[in-house]
């Protein structure tokens, strides 16, 4: 019940493109949902987050849909660049009772020319 | 910007030795924790520490672990005996309280057990 599934494992598109990411979880206690960035040979960072009592969160180019009574959120990215390309973590928490976060499997997004 | 120090970035060690990765935290955070990160596979948790203290621990992080923050800058990960499943990237991350978002990690100690 723990677990954060996430899709697609590997994800290539040209640029100006639109990858989407999905995750979906199953633990209802979860109430934090950021999405992490990591780069190789770098730690992930934290791109955007978003908490369960809205349905969209928008940072930039990044955009985070969340659907409660589905339990699945995807992170978009618009008009993707090269410089984008790199491992993308959804995560999940419950910010009362846990300080640890439970991650997806990851997406390597390469962004080509 | 502030930044979480690891080091050392790699470690090769035999199978069976102990070995201690390094964190500097940043120095007004107080929640400290270790993630660790197999090849190709997703991050996973290990541990959190708060005041002298472990807070969390995984079903990862058995006897074989500890952790310490030995004087007011380090916070440090011990193997005690280290076996082949042990090889992966160790991430050590902080925040200034006890909330997810505030989470910076560092950029990694890649372990080798050999």
């Known amino acids: 019940q723990q677990q954060v599934k996430q899709s697609p494992q590997s994800l290539i598109v040209q640029k100006g493109g639109i990858p989407i990411i999905n995750c979906a979880y199953e633990?209802?206690?979860?109430?934090?949902f950021p999405w992490y960035q990591q780069f190789p040979g770098k730690g992930p960072a934290l791109l955007i987050a978003i908490r369960p009592d809205v349905s969209e969160k928008k940072e930039g180019r990044f955009t985070i849909s969340f659907n409660k009574s589905a339990k699945q959120f995807s992170l978009h990215i618009m008009d993707s660049q090269p410089g984008d390309s790199a491992t993308y973590f959804c995560?999940?928490?419950?910010?009362?009772?846990?300080?640890?976060?439970?991650f997806g499997t990851g997406t390597r997004l390469q962004v080509t020319l | 910007e502030p930044e979480v120090t690891q080091t050392p970035s790699h470690q090769v060690t035999q199978m069976g030795q102990e070995v201690i990765l390094r964190c500097v935290p940043i120095?007004?955070?107080?929640?400290f924790y270790w993630y660790r990160q197999i090849l190709g596979q997703k991050v996973e948790f290990l541990v959190s520490f708060y005041n002298n203290e472990i807070s969390e621990k995984s079903e990862i992080f058995d006897d074989q672990f500890s952790v310490e923050r030995p004087d007011g800058s380090n916070f440090t990960l011990k193997i005690r005996s280290t076996k082949l499943e042990d090889s992966a990237m160790y991430f050590c991350?902080?925040?200034?309280?006890?909330?997810?978002?505030?989470?910076?990690f560092g950029s990694g100690t890649r372990l080798t057990v050999v």
């Open positions: 991350a902080s925040s200034e309280v006890r909330q997810v978002g505030g989470y910076t």
């Open positions: 995560a999940a928490s419950n910010l009362g009772t846990a300080s640890k976060l439970t």
């Open positions: 120095s007004n955070h107080l929640y």
């Open positions: 633990n209802t206690a979860f109430d934090y």
